[in-house]
């Protein structure tokens, strides 16, 4: 720049200046749009500006009105309705620069969200049981929400639980920690707003009582003290410290001492029991608070012999065999199954045969004797030295002779159509070998009382059922049972029935399934009837029939000897009375 005087002098050039020219400024707030927020939360507006020189200067505006600090920043607490938020920047140039307003943002509000109260369906639980949590319907702030639940264990801090619902079920097993649950649920709306309901609490107590458990039982003895454990369980088989009760006691066999427990310490009771009754199989349970145990099965072994029992012995008579079971017993009456001695037997009105008992099998032993004195009150003693048992008082009465002159002779049931009716022969066959055991069967006749059937061959008393003895008339009885065996074998069998079960003056006759037995036969003395029998093993009707003689089926040798000894009988009575006649005086 030169410079020239009114004198036309011009001066030299002066030095440079420089001249910084910049551009207007202006401004633009973020976030930018429409928004929309609850009343009362607060809007972070950032201002982002260009141009201008120097310092910059901020001005915020709500609607026209001046708002806000001089700052980049601006935190709009919303208001109610709908309202505008504006910024101007001004710039410190030597002629400040104000810039235009920045883009404006509407923001309308909604009314602020308000936290909601939530409850439990169940404020005390059982381990096991659950709570459902639930939330009052949440209206306020800017909707749709989303929730989140939180849970707080005892003694412990708020964790994340749950989903995103109004409720929330709290489920308990038997590991959840017992005590006071807390629980809150948070709510957050579109706006972004977050609120927090108060607190809901349930406490969760141990699960209750709900079964007994038994420690493992051994082989034990009747009558001696062993020990036992009985714990207090809940549903999760977890141990009831706090059980302190008492139980009842009791055992599947025999009885059990004590019948009660002592109490309970940290859910346990440890005590000696004595059982009476020995078996197999047995086991204990407990009682208490209508709650109960039961104990693994076991064993307990009789004690020692203590005495011997004898089953009931009906009337008999003198001379015939019948039999007698004799069971050894401990003081507890439990059959001491190891037991296999031969003990005496006497009887009180005579003797009695055989005089020792065939050896005890499982403790119990079955023997076939003969009495021969009568005696209205006799009585059978079994001994083993100091060890015996006494019978029932029983009748034995003598044998009564059949009158000759009987002539009454029934007919006979009449054989199926169809069969065949073979002879019947007076002797047994197969003949019994030496190895072969005989046993015997029980028939209860239509009074009710019993008659010994002994039985010698492979056919055995276990293969036989439903033994009874039945009188269609006064003449002719039936002995009818089922016989079962395995398919494919044969069976024999030589049956001793006692005559005074039988109708006098009647012989037996086996049907098989209905049909007349192919064969058969028998024998017979002054006691008894001794038939035998054949038949393939499977399973049969059998009936012995006791009836009148028939000559067109059935050869009588038996019968024929007592038919021929009778008139010789008659023949020796009348040659004594002819002698007699001879010896009188003519004048008698």
């Given at each position: ?22 551009a ?23 201002a ?38 504006t ?21 309308s ?44 264990v ?41 609120v927090n ?6 406490a969760?107590n ?8 038994f ?60 059982v ?37 012995i ?10 007698i ?36 099998v ?6 076939q ?27 034995v ?16 049931k ?22 072969q055991l ?11 009382s ?9 056919i ?45 003056g ?9 049909l ?49 000894a ?7 009575y009348a040659?004594?009375?002819v ?10």
């Open positions: 720049m030169t410079v020239t005087d009114s004198l036309g002098t011009t001066s030299a050039q002066s030095t440079a200046a420089s001249i910084t020219v910049s207007s400024p202006t401004v633009t707030i973020s976030p930018a749009g429409t928004l929309t927020k609850n009343v009362g939360q607060t809007q972070i507006f950032n982002t500006r260009s141009g201008g020189s120097g310092t910059i200067h901020y001005q915020w505006y709500v609607d026209s009105e001046k708002d806000g600090t001089d700052s980049e920043t601006y935190s709009y607490i919303v208001l109610g309705n709908s309202h505008s938020v910024c101007k920047v001004t710039d410190s140039a030597s002629v400040p620069v104000t810039s235009p307003a920045s883009n404006a943002v509407i923001i509000s909604n009314p602020a969200l308000v936290a909601p109260t939530i409850s439990a369906s169940a404020g005390t639980v059982n381990q096991g049981q659950s709570s459902l949590l639930n939330s009052t319907t949440v209206s306020t702030g800017t909707s749709p929400y989303s929730y989140q639940w939180y849970q707080r005892p003694g412990g801090n708020y964790a994340v639980v749950g989903s995103n619902s109004e409720s929330f079920n709290f489920i308990t097993t038997g590991a959840t920690a017992t005590g006071i649950w807390n629980f809150i649920l948070q709510v957050t709306d579109t706006a972004g707003a977050a309901s108060s607190a809901a609490s349930v969760v141990v699960a209750p009582l709900d079964h007994f458990i420690s493992s039982v051994g082989v034990q003895t009747a009558g001696k003290p062993f020990n036992i454990t009985i714990t207090a369980k809940n549903a999760f088989n977890s141990t009831l410290t706090n059980y302190s009760g008492t139980n009842i006691l009791n055992v599947s066999t025999g009885t059990i001492s004590p019948a009660t427990t002592g109490n309970f310490t940290n859910g346990s009771w440890t005590g000696s029991v004595t009476t009754g020995a078996s197999s199989g047995i086991w204990l349970i407990t009682f208490s608070s209508g709650m109960s145990g039961t104990s693994d099965t076991f064993t307990i072994n009789p004690s020692a012999l203590d005495h011997f029992t004898i089953s009931d009906g009337d008999q008579t003198a001379g015939s065999a019948f039999n079971t004799v069971t050894a017993k401990d003081i507890y009456n439990n059959t001491v199954t190891n037991y296999s001695g031969t003990p005496s037997l006497t009887y009180s009105a005579g003797t009695i045969n055989p005089p020792t008992m065939a050896p005890f499982n403790g119990i032993g079955t023997t004797v003969t009495v021969t004195v009568a005696n209205s009150n006799a009585q059978i003693t079994a001994a083993d030295n100091a060890i015996n048992g006494v019978s029932n008082s029983f009748t009465s003598l044998a009564s002779t059949p009158s000759p002159g009987q002539t009454t002779s029934p007919t006979i009449p054989a199926p159509t169809g069969t065949s009716n073979p002879s019947i022969t007076p002797s047994p066959t197969p003949s019994p070998t030496s190895n005989k046993t015997n069967v029980f028939a209860t006749t239509e009074s009710g019993q008659v010994y059937i002994s039985m010698v061959g492979n055995t008393n276990s293969q036989i059922s439903g033994v009874a003895i039945t009188t269609n008339n006064s003449a002719t009885t039936t002995i009818s049972f089922v016989l079962t065996g395995e398919n494919g074998n044969s069976g024999y069998c030589n049956m001793t029935i006692p005559k005074n079960a039988i109708p006098f009647t012989i037996p006759v086996l049907f098989v399934d209905g007349r037995g192919t064969n058969q036969g028998y024998t017979q003395d002054a006691n008894s009837f001794y038939v035998w029998f054949t038949t393939d093993f499977s399973t049969h009707e059998m009936k012995i029939q006791f009836a009148g003689p028939q000559i067109q089926s059935i050869t009588f040798g038996p019968v024929l000897a007592v038919g021929i009778i008139p010789e009988i008659v023949l020796i040659v004594i009375a002698r007699r006649l001879k010896r009188k005086p003519e004048n008698a």
